[in-house]
């Protein structure tokens, strides 16, 4: 299992613009959030063992924040073709097993990753009212095998920071994952 960090995008970076299917196919879009006090992005998929440690707290997460206004989507940028398991068909399978509270959505062109420069799965971006990235960078410090305990205490601490109007003054500490499956001639530079 080799370990990808995340690319940590610069901060203050508008949240780039998407429009990409979700697992019922339906269109969503960036704008569709415009409401939410913060929009939560994750690179996500369903193979990775990284994701598969932390989803159901990616849910916790998302439910516990929810009613304090803030908005999860997820996206899945994986090269389908040589990881049939993220297939959409297995995305909504697995939206539907673990209750995702928020849209998952496919991007088979592997665009929008590359204009968030996702790195790997998961990969966080966390974005104020303004749609201004505040954070990005680790869920915490659990990972499959370390025996951490697997509490969100970074996300949970970058969104607690975020509603309440401060900037975000400790260390963020990349994201760790299964690097993004990019097609065959597709990969960024900056891909690992």
């Not at 995008?9 to 979700?22: H, Q, V, Y």
């Not at 440690?53 to 990616?58: A, D, G």
Request: aromatic residues 10%; negative net charge.
């Amino acid at each position: 299992m080799s370990v990808t960090p995340s690319e940590m995008l610069e901060l203050g970076t508008k949240a780039p613009d998407f429009e990409l299917p979700d697992t019922k196919g339906n269109r969503v879009t960036l704008d569709q959030f415009e409401d939410a006090e913060v929009l939560v992005v994750v690179f996500m998929c369903n193979h990775c063992p990284f994701v598969k440690h932390v989803r159901e707290e990616i849910v916790n997460i998302a439910n516990d924040f929810k009613e304090k206004g803030v908005e999860f989507v997820a996206i899945n940028s994986n090269d389908v073709e040589n990881h049939p398991e993220d297939s959409p068909q297995q995305m909504a399978i697995e939206a539907e097993k673990f209750d995702y509270p928020f849209p998952y959505l496919y991007d088979e062109s592997q665009e929008v990753a590359k204009k968030y420069r996702a790195a790997c799965t998961p990969d966080f971006f966390v974005f104020d009212k303004d749609r201004k990235l505040s954070y990005r960078g680790q869920m915490d410090d659990s990972r499959p095998g370390n025996d951490e305990p697997l509490n969100g205490r970074d996300l949970r601490n970058a969104l607690d920071t975020i509603l309440e109007g401060e900037e975000i003054t400790e260390e963020q500490k990349p994201s760790m994952g299964c690097n993004i499956k990019w097609k065959p001639g597709n990969a960024p530079e900056y891909a690992r």
